[in-house]
């Protein structure tokens, strides 16, 4: 479907048609000077026996792994017969272009060569191909991306380099027709707002076009989505063809590129914008963009008229994106108000994000007055541990020793929560004072109290570990456990007796949660604890400390657990994958840089290549450089190429581990909830993008406090109900 979208649209916008390049007849190869024919055909004859043909053959075989053999010697080839074979393979409705595995590996072999007429062509039908036809869906989306960020990057005039053995069959970096000959696709697929427009803007927002002339090829004006493009892209050769947009007799026309200007940083647009304020009022529409193209500007005016627009409910989902890219104090009121009035599911959460962002005290105590609503509550609480406002820890030390029973719970969590976040913990005035509030708490009846009441005693020293998990209650033990984990590793020794009992269970799964949590802690501070065995029992159970458990046998790497390793990174849980990776990294077997080049090769998570690169950089091999070299030029995540780059420079270095700081309140979903009398040690225990370890902490009424722990990043994994 998409293919044909693409086909039609090309066909539509033959007026601005780049001149083609003639091809060579396929087959027919050019002859060096002195060579005779017979010469020609005995080295033709032979490469067709050894070469191009038996790849051909490999490229239909019924085999996935024997067709990724055949895409790998043809770009390893890289001559016109090899490119040839190539297209064919994706443009010919062969098995390798049904299947998204070998369309990704084609558009990483035709990435050197988009500058050249057979692979843009390539790379043209890969991007064009519908992922919706795929059944692994996510690795034809990873493969349109792919070869969307090849042809950005010979729109670019940057030519990939070939491996080192494969001939040299690639345009002059300079040619400005080849780059435009590249844009050609992803521009179309943007003008048409199709399908294919997202992966065609990311790509040319990761690598500017070398020429801007084929937006204005064969045409003195510019569509309204070539002028968003223009503004987007952020390149100041655009500014005298948005000047001349503004001419136009299109009001439509003269408000994007007035915008896309204000994204340049051109105040022409200011006398356009500042000259129908009085319209803008009017129009809804027209008033979005004004307030936009102000506030990019830094015009005052700008955050009035986004805060009119968040008070009106019908503008507020768009108001909401405005805000969330231009945050301000000047928003507080419009947000708090909108707030107030119990907004819609999908708009809580994004404007408590936006209060937290913002801060101040009045933010503080605006949010306070939501505290005891069983809905808005949590995510108050959220964005109260997360802002900077000068009253906030003197309020929640107050009122965690003075509030109702009503909203106690919430300032203890308060309390916990910001004075653990600041620079200094230990100590002060206000920390015991905030004991004083544990204390009285932990002696409470009720075990959601008496577990936060523990825990802020253990998490600021008033209470030791070791009395903490012989306490006769299981929630004062869950409760130890959890503030553990955000302690010094040295100091989780005292949980070493509740790891061991927990390796001892027969079925790891069949372990109690509290001593599940306490391994998980035990493994991350303790590269040799448990053996090789139990290590793999835990890593495959699916519990709470499968990802620490999966991470130290992955570095430890025995090679008669092997297949249970593979098995691991190949799986189905992201966070399980990451963590072998990551201990792959560590490994002292060589073999792990092979294995870790193929797990990238068709890993579609984002977040586990992070991993997996970050483990490729901290291996010393020489031939590290391949996989890094192709995740910094054709990985679609920007983070993973910038992960790339760096680590080509020198090996990645293991991260540090500081003391967690960063702090949020979550809430489970309902069908994760702790039955009564029932807690949660540990929720989550994660990487963020190979830096220090996530923790989520979580009491019996199912609300976490979670240190270290980005809302946006992987999805929290409660820990099983103990019973």
Do not use: N
């Not at 005290?361 to 964005?383: C, S």
């Not at 910001?418 to 005035?429: F, K, Q, V, W, Y």
């Amino acid at each position: 479907m998409y293919r044909s979208i693409l086909v039609a649209l090309t066909l539509v916008a033959a007026t601005r048609a780049l001149p083609a390049v003639a091809a060579a007849p396929r087959g027919i190869e050019a002859r060096a000077p002195g060579s005779s024919s017979d010469d020609v055909d005995a080295r033709r004859s032979l490469r067709e026996r050894f070469g191009v043909a038996q790849a051909r053959q490999l490229l239909v075989a019924g085999s996935i792994a024997e067709r990724l053999r055949g895409i790998e010697r043809l770009g390893q080839r890289g001559d016109r017969e090899a490119l040839e074979a190539l297209l064919d393979a994706v443009d010919g409705g062969g098995p390798s272009a049904q299947h998204p595995r070998t369309r990704l590996a084609v558009a990483r072999a035709l990435a050197p060569h988009a500058a050249t007429e057979l692979g843009r062509r390539g790379l043209e039908a890969i991007f064009a191909h519908g992922v919706d036809e795929d059944v692994p869906r996510a690795l034809g989306e990873l493969a349109r991306e792919t070869a969307a960020l090849a042809l950005a990057r010979a729109a670019a005039g940057i030519v990939v380099e070939p491996s080192p053995v494969a001939p040299r069959l690639r345009a002059r970096a300079d040619s400005l027709s080849a780059a435009e000959r590249a844009l050609t696709p992803l521009l179309v697929a943007v003008i048409a707002s199709s399908p294919l427009a997202p992966a065609a803007a990311r790509a040319l927002g990761s690598h500017r076009p070398a020429e801007l002339g084929a937006f204005v090829r064969g045409l003195a004006t510019l569509s309204v989505p070539e002028i968003r493009l223009l503004g987007r892209l952020g390149d100041p050769r655009a500014i005298p063809m948005l000047r001349r947009a503004l001419t136009r007799d299109d009001a439509e026309v003269q408000d994007e590129a007035a915008l896309a200007l204000a994204r340049l940083g051109d105040h022409t647009s200011r006398e356009r914008f500042g000259a129908q304020a009085d319209d803008a009022k009017a129009k809804p529409a027209r008033a979005r963009l004004v307030a936009e193209a102000e506030l990019v500007l830094g015009v005052p005016e700008g955050a009035a008229r986004l805060a009119r627009l968040l008070a009106d409910d019908a503008q507020r989902a768009a108001a909401l994106a405005l805000a969330e890219a231009f945050p301000s104090p000047r928003l507080v009121a419009a947000l708090v108000a909108a707030f107030d009035q119990k907004p819609s599911a999908p708009e809580a959460p994004r404007l408590v994000a936006l209060l937290a962002r913002i801060g101040g005290d009045v933010t503080f105590a605006a949010l306070e007055r939501r505290l005891d609503d069983p809905i808005l509550g949590p995510l108050a609480l959220d964005a109260m541990a997360r802002l900077e406002a000068p009253v906030a820890d003197e309020r929640a030390v107050a009122m965690a020793l003075e509030a109702p029973l009503s909203t106690r719970r919430a300032w203890l969590r308060l309390a916990a929560a910001r004075l653990h976040a600041r620079a200094t913990p230990a100590g002060g005035e206000l920390v015991g004072r905030a004991t004083q509030a544990f204390e009285r708490a932990a002696s409470s009846r009720d075990p959601t109290e008496r577990s936060l009441g523990w825990f802020g005693l253990v998490l600021f020293g008033a209470r030791s570990i070791a009395e903490g998990v012989t306490h006769r209650e299981p929630d004062v033990r869950a409760a130890t456990v959890s503030a553990a984990a955000a302690l010094p590793h040295a100091s989780r020794l005292a949980l070493l007796p509740l790891a061991r009992r927990a390796l001892g269970v027969r079925a790891a799964g069949a372990a109690e949660p509290i001593e599940a949590a306490a391994l998980a802690l035990v493994l991350e501070a303790d590269p040799s604890f448990g053996s090789a065995g139990e290590l793999a029992a835990w890593a495959e159970s699916g519990g709470v400390a499968s990802v620490q458990a999966a991470h130290r046998l992955a570095s430890r790497d025995p090679r008669d657990l092997a297949p249970r390793i593979a098995a691991l990174l190949a799986g189905t849980d992201p966070l399980v994958r990451a963590h072998v990776a990551l201990g792959l990294g560590e490994s002292h077997d060589p073999s792990a840089l092979a294995r870790l080049e193929e797990a990238y090769a068709s890993e579609t998570d984002a977040f586990v290549r992070f991993a997996l690169v970050r483990a490729l950089g901290s291996r010393r091999e020489f031939g590290r450089g391949r996989a890094l070299r192709l995740a910094a030029e054709l990985d679609p995540d920007v983070e993973v190429r910038q992960l790339a780059a760096a680590a080509l420079a020198g090996p990645i270095a293991e991260p540090e581990r500081p003391r967690l700081r960063s702090t949020s309140v979550l809430a489970l979903a309902p069908s994760q909830a702790m039955e009564p009398r029932t807690t949660a040690a540990l929720a989550a225990l994660c990487i963020d993008h190979g830096r220090p370890a996530r923790v989520a902490l979580s009491a019996p009424d199912g609300l976490v406090i979670a240190f270290g722990f980005d809302p946006e990043g992987p999805i929290v994994r409660p820990l099983p109900r103990s019973r």
